[in-house]
Antibody, heavy 113, light 113 residues
Framework: QVQLQQWGAGLLKPSETLSLTCAIY????????WGWIRQAPGKGLEWIGEIKQSGSTGYNPSLRGRATITIDTSKNQFSLKVTSVTAADTAVYYC???????WGQGTLVTVSP | DIVMTQSPDSLAVSLGERATINCKSSQNVLYSSTKKNYLAWYQQKPGQPPQLLIY???TRESGVPDRFSGSGSGTDFTLTISSLQAEDVAVYYCQQYYTTPYTFGQGTKLEIK
């Protein structure tokens, strides 16, 4: 059974870079595509982006080019970076396998001066 | 972007009764070559990541009770809980993964009457 374990800084100041990593257990990166979804406090779900087995990526235009997803196949991990964060980026961030066939535990990222 | 609209926003159903949640997409999410609807349903309980219930509009995820079922095609979809249990109290989301950015409905809060 696949498990995703994620980690990263939970408190950032405006203009800093959000950085999260997700480790994959029980599956190979090559088996699926992988992504990130976030949820602002009390709000709905927003798809951030994905990375496919080929390494190709896709992102939500709402992030205006600030998001980057990368992989480290040697460690079976993938990562998310979001630059120039603002209070609007405050949310719980989840890593996911495919269409939600596995979720990380979530990381609350708060952006505050 | 494809807009996903769920109805109702909230729903109260008696234990053992049927619960029905609707989801409408602003564009067709049926891919003609595969004859699959790129539509998923999730359940989210407080403080937890969403859980995938249904994908391809009607395929139940492994381990999901058979009281959950999905139907519909094209632009109109339905999630049905045939006999509501207390543990089904949650927020339910639909999501299209037909084209990026993948988008979610606003969520439907299901409670016990």
């Amino acid at each position: 059974q696949v498990q995703l374990q994620q980690w990263g800084a939970g408190l950032l100041k405006p203009s800093e870079t959000l950085s999260l990593t997700c480790a994959i257990y029980g599956a190979s990166f090559d088996d699926w595509y992988w992504g990130w979804i976030r949820q602002a406090p009390g709000k709905g779900l927003e798809w951030i982006g994905e990375i496919k087995q080929s390494g190709s990526t896709g992102y939500n235009p709402s992030l205006r080019g600030r998001a980057t997803i990368t992989i480290d196949t040697s460690k079976n991990q993938f990562s998310l970076k979001v630059t120039s964060v603002t209070a609007a980026d405050t949310a719980v961030y989840y890593c996911v396998r495919g269409v939600g066939h596995g979720w990380g535990q979530g990381t609350l990222v708060t952006v505050s001066p | 972007d494809i807009v996903m609209t769920q109805s109702p926003d909230s729903l109260a159903v008696s234990l053992g009764e049927r619960a029905t949640i609707n989801c409408k997409s602003s564009q067709n999410v049926l891919y003609s070559s595969t004859k699959k609807n790129y539509l998923a349903w999730y359940q989210q309980k407080p403080g937890q990541p969403p859980q995938l219930l249904i994908y391809w509009a009607s395929t139940r995820e492994s381990g999901v009770p058979d009281r959950f079922s999905g139907s519909g095609s094209g632009t109109d979809f339905t999630l049905t809980i045939s006999s509501l249990q207390a543990e089904d109290v949650a927020v339910y989301y639909c999501q299209q993964y037909y084209t990026t950015p993948y988008t979610f409905g606003q969520g439907t809060k299901l409670e016990i009457k």
